[in-house]
């Protein structure tokens, strides 16, 4: 049975996920909370920049349509 958007991203539920957004942004941080629209929570968010931190944000909250993809960072 394939697994649907929203069971993946329950199952990264307090593990580390990669949020790439539109026009390149990409955050790095524990995924906290989330809902339908995609509107992420980010604990102890980091902005990546060519693989590099540039700014530590700790809890943040991204709005889901600017989220084009939402990668668990390890393996679920």
Request: hydrophobic share 45%; glycine share 8%.
């Amino acid at each position: 049975m394939a697994e649907r958007p929203l069971d993946v991203i329950h199952k990264s539920l307090d593990k580390d996920v990669l949020v790439i957004l539109k026009k390149g942004f990409e955050f790095r941080g524990r995924l906290i909370g989330y809902d339908i629209h995609l509107n992420v929570v980010l604990a102890d968010a980091e902005m990546i920049q060519d693989g590099e931190v540039v700014k530590k944000y700790g809890k943040i909250v991204i709005r889901g349509d600017n989220v084009l993809a939402i990668s668990p960072t390890e393996e679920l």
